[in-house]
């Protein structure tokens, strides 16, 4: 293969994670490629919703600002039941430093990761571009890729070109490549549960209470037929998310109005939606996440429920964690397998997935269609909860207080110039 690209890091995928190491790396002057096979970015979002970690770790790369003027805060939560309020919980004492979960589509978030990484290495994505098969030698990893149809639609040979690296990174989702290729195993536990979601402008119906009125508050509604979620987004919209039972349904906006209206009384104007979207729900955790020069973050080593909306921040996590061993390792030489820090790194980012994974379907569970004497009891259980000094250990859990990113380089927080450091990483 003739068009073959040198470089020190390649990054597989151009989601949030693979775009947050990208920009970690490319500001140490790190020499850095970013696949993906998709042609242009996203159009839609499923993903909403940024933790105060996750905010922590965009500081490190200077767009923490940037988020937080396009985003909108959200300091509180209300859990509803049958036309009642149970109780309430508060950000602002889980988190006083960033007092609340921001909400972003995610499209909107990767645009901006994308020219934060166009500004410290406007050479490094590479879209449109389907990887086919990886090679690991001694001194590096050679990834082969072809042109994505998308990129190429026209009949017969696609272009094909190369990629060369030493160290080699798997930011492409649950249905990983490089985790296939490297004959990582994962153990993967399917739920019952399927949801529909959609987003909506402002409620055209009648109003909730005044509690839950205001735009930074997200509201839960535990209903006997099955949860329905609301969270406010910038512009006034709301994202509404509904269980529907075990049977994954088409994707529309009319029948999710219906629940919405038959389980909490509020309308929505299916014509007003912008976006709808079905899926089903399952854990899959990558058995390792380091093997040879290869390394997996984000969906790729552990997909969660996404009721919780933890995935997005855990794999940033793993990215400040990871890219300063990545640094050692290109500084040392060797399989990144055999970097000092990294079995460390391996066995405390699986153990938060572990974690989030539980926390999540314990979400999942809470939020199933019951019988009036569970759906009943249930009210009971949150009303005692919310009403007591658990509510601050409840908000804790829901804006991963227990998630601290690890500090990159002092540099970093110092805001002296990230570049030169990777001159020296060529030379040494």
Known sequence: MSDVTDCEVLIVGAGPSGLVLACLLAQEGVDVAVVDRRSQPRGYSR???????????????????????????????????????LGSLSFEKAWPERPFVLTLPQN???????????????????????????????DGVTAAAIASPDRHPAPGPKPSRAWRARVLVGADGPRSTVRRHGGIGTRTREMPDTYL???????????????????????????????????????GSRRWVAHTGTRLVEPSAALLSRIVGDRTGEHLDPASATMASAFSVRRRIAERMVRGRSVLIGDAAHELSPIGGQGMTLGWLDTAQLAPLILRALTHGGPLDRSRGIEEFEQDRLRSARRAARQAELNTMLGRPMGMPAAAAREVLLRGMLG????????????????????????????????????ALRSS
Not at 114 to 138: C, F, K, M, N, S
Not at 395 to 407: E, K, L, N, Q, V
Request: charged share 20%; aromatic share 2%.
């Open 47 to 85: 993903a909403i919703g940024l933790h105060p970690p996750a905010l922590a770790v965009l500081e490190l790369i200077g767009l923490e600002g940037a988020v937080r003027a396009e985003g909108l805060h959200v300091r509180s939560g209300v859990a509803r039941s049958r036309g009642r309020t």
């Open 108 to 138: 909107r978030t990767e645009a901006l990761l994308r020219g934060r990484l166009a500004q410290v290495a406007p050479e490094a994505l590479r879209l449109g571009w389907e990887i086919t098969d990886l090679t690991e030698e001694d």
């Open 197 to 235: 979601m959609g987003d909506f402008p402002a409620l055209t119906g009648p109003s909730p209470p005044s509690d839950a009125a205001a735009s930074s508050t997200a509201v839960v509604h535990l209903e006997p037929g099955g949860v329905v979620e609301a969270f406010p987004l910038p512009g």
């Open 388 to 423: 007591t000094p658990a509510r601050l250990a409840l908000a804790r859990a829901f804006t991963m207080r227990g998630s601290s990113p690890p500090g990159l380089p002092p540099s970093r927080a110092t805001g002296r110039s990230h570049h030169g450091r990777g001159d």
